[in-house]
């Protein structure tokens, strides 16, 4: 059994997980509420308020020590003193206050690297941990109050700082119509350019060049957006960060930096308030959204046309990767942002100062014709999220093939999750330099079953997959598979046969066997809704092979609604280095998992 606390030991997440009640997580509310009013008895309470997005929040903090870490990147919004606030959060440490934290009701294991906890799902409290920063962010809906811990403020990254309290922002912009994103935003008088990429292609560079220009800023990383009734941009954070090889780029900030929180910093953090309290813009209407991509071709930046579906996945995926507690709700809040505001491509030029100017010309006499429209067979509004999971163990030669099968779909709302389950050859080298968003985890060897039981409990899809690294999909196949669901609301998985296939030397595929006589519970052969993980279980640690056969038997068992199709819906490549070749039955588990259905048959008769 693993200690109940928040403290730093991480085994493989488990195969049952139980679903805490709203009484258990109201508890825990209620107990970190009065941790923090012991450590105000110790030092004393200290009020800020703060203007966020148009609501006055109050910071309440158990003595100064975090004041000057967490205040300085939101120095641009403080308010006057007031009597009320929207909200409320509450804050302290247990270094300088010599109060911990309440100790959670679950177990370490169910800690997931977003911040989510898995089995915390309250509508009313929204409770996170994040382990990079080792806080703990706890939220009650209905009285709007707020608690934020952090064991050690010495310990904080530098994140945390430059753009702190995000958690407790998303879910409190999320009730006002909100949302925190990922992204860039820069503008004039004639309104805002909303910048959203992933890291490293030109989001920054963009924003930071248009500030040293004498264009209004709004962000360079975190921001928040409205978009009804007219799509809004709000600030949040009067920083930006410049990585350590690139400040020659920008001379005009050196000044401004702040010194390194850890030895090897990748980012240098610039606090643009007050030098810049000119150009930081509380709000400007949005006018359109960008995707940027570097032209190492071109001197000057332009404008071109971008798929719907590609920057609003792009747009979503940088987002939802890192905020705990998104769902569908927040794909399709981004979906209706896309909708409402032209989108395009900003092909970035290598002369850096003239960008500002193709944005000034934009924002004046915006370039319509190359918004982004919806295409084919995906004129279709209401498209759910798929979160596709695939396991990596020593897969070099198959990870790139299995991600570009994913994306070869053509379904506009994917999130891949790969997750590299202790590989010793190529494979986080190849994964890291993958040219497509991903969401990656890197752990050490601990089985299949622990590496899709991670996938799942950091999924953000309605529908979730699984695509083992040297196995492939048919054509269409995630399309016709979510189809299906969306058309029978009472069915939880729908799947088919898995055609063996071997790669024929002179190309293609070479099939082996006929799919009817194949084994019948291959996982990646089916699409299953989010929530039959929480009716069914998660898969079974205890078994290294055949927990697949385990984890169906239990749906049966539970009575979950299955469809199973006359068709093959997976493609399975035998290579010689599979995990089960040369497996007897008994290595295989097959027993076991018969065993267990009987015991567990035996536990019902008994009950």
């Not at 038997?553 to 006359?566: T, V, Y």
Request: hydrophobic fraction near 35%.
């Amino acid at each position: 059994m693993v200690k109940r606390s928040f403290g730093m030991d991480i085994v493989p997440v488990g195969m049952n997980i139980p679903q805490r009640t709203e009484e258990e997580q109201l508890q825990f509310f209620e107990q970190c509420i009065d941790c923090y009013s012991e450590a105000v008895k110790r030092t004393g309470e200290i009020k800020h308020y703060y203007n966020i997005a148009g609501t006055t929040v109050c910071f309440v903090f158990a003595g100064a020590s975090l004041i000057p870490l967490l205040t300085p990147a939101l120095s641009h919004l403080r308010l006057p003193a007031k009597s009320e606030a929207e909200a409320t959060i509450y804050i302290w440490d247990s270094e300088s206050t010599g109060v911990d934290m309440a100790a959670p009701p679950c177990e370490n294991t169910h800690f997931t690297d977003r911040g989510d906890i898995w089995g915390f799902n309250s509508e009313r409290i929204k409770t996170a941990f994040h382990w990079s920063e080792f806080s703990v962010n706890v939220m009650d809906m209905d009285s709007n109050k707020a608690v934020y811990w952090v064991k050690n403020p010495d310990h904080l990254p530098y994140w945390a700082t430059s753009s702190p309290f995000r958690t407790i922002f998303h879910w409190w912009m999320e009730k006002n119509g909100c949302q925190l994103m990922h992204a860039a935003a820069v503008g004039t008088d004639d309104g805002a350019v909303l910048i959203t990429a992933k890291g490293g292609a030109g989001k920054s560079t963009t924003a930071l060049s248009s500030l040293v220009d004498g264009m209004y800023y709004l962000s360079d990383d975190y921001l928040i957006v409205k978009k009804d009734p007219v799509p809004k941009v709000f600030t949040l954070y009067s920083t930006a960060k410049i990585g350590v090889n690139d400040k020659h780029r920008f001379t005009e900030l050196e000044g401004y930096k702040a010194e390194h929180l850890e030895q090897d910093q990748e980012k240098d953090v610039i606090y643009l308030y007050p030098a810049f309290k000119g150009q930081i813009k509380n709000e400007l209407p949005i006018k359109s959204i960008l995707m940027p991509s570097i032209q190492k071709d071109q001197a000057e930046t332009t404008f071109s046309s971008i798929s719907f579906w590609q920057i609003y996945r792009a747009m979503s995926f940088t987002t939802m990767s890192q905020l705990p507690g998104v769902g569908i709700h927040t794909h399709d809040y981004f979906k209706e942002l896309c909708e409402a505001v032209p989108c395009m491509t900003l092909n970035l030029g290598s002369d850096i100062e003239k960008v500002p100017v193709a944005l000034r010309n934009h924002l004046k006499n915006p370039e319509y014709k190359y918004s982004a429209a919806k295409t084919g067979i995906h004129q279709k509004d209401d498209i759910p999220l798929v979160s596709v999971i695939i396991p990596v163990h020593n897969g070099e030669k198959f990870i790139e093939e299995a991600v570009e099968n994913v994306l070869s779909q053509d379904y506009p709302a994917v999130e891949i999750i790969i997750v590299n389950d202790g590989s010793t050859d190529n494979s986080d080298f190849i994964i890291r330099n993958l040219k497509t968003d991903v969401r990656y985890f890197s752990r050490q060897n601990s089985g299949p079953s622990s590496a899709r039981n991670t996938g799942i409990k950091d999924a953000s899809g309605k529908y979730i997959a699984f695509l083992d690294v040297d196995d492939l999909w048919p054509e269409n196949n995630l399309s016709y598979l979510v189809e299906l669901l969306e058309e029978n609301e009472d069915l939880h998985v729908v799947r088919g046969y898995a055609q063996l296939f071997r790669d024929a030397k002179a190309g293609g595929k070479e099939y082996l066997g006929n799919p009817k006589e194949s084994y019948e519970f291959y996982i990646g052969a089916g699409l299953y809704r989010a929530d039959v993980f929480s009716k069914v279980g998660l898969f079974d640690l205890g078994l290294l092979f055949g927990e697949d056969t385990d984890w169906y038997n239990r749906a049966r068992e539970e009575h979950i609604p299955i469809k199973w199709l006359d068709e093959v819906t997976l493609f399975v490549r035998r290579h010689g280095e599979n995990m089960t070749e040369g497996k007897t039955l008994a290595e295989l588990n097959r027993l076991r998992t018969v065993k267990r259905a009987i015991d567990r048959h035996r536990s019902y008769k008994d009950k």
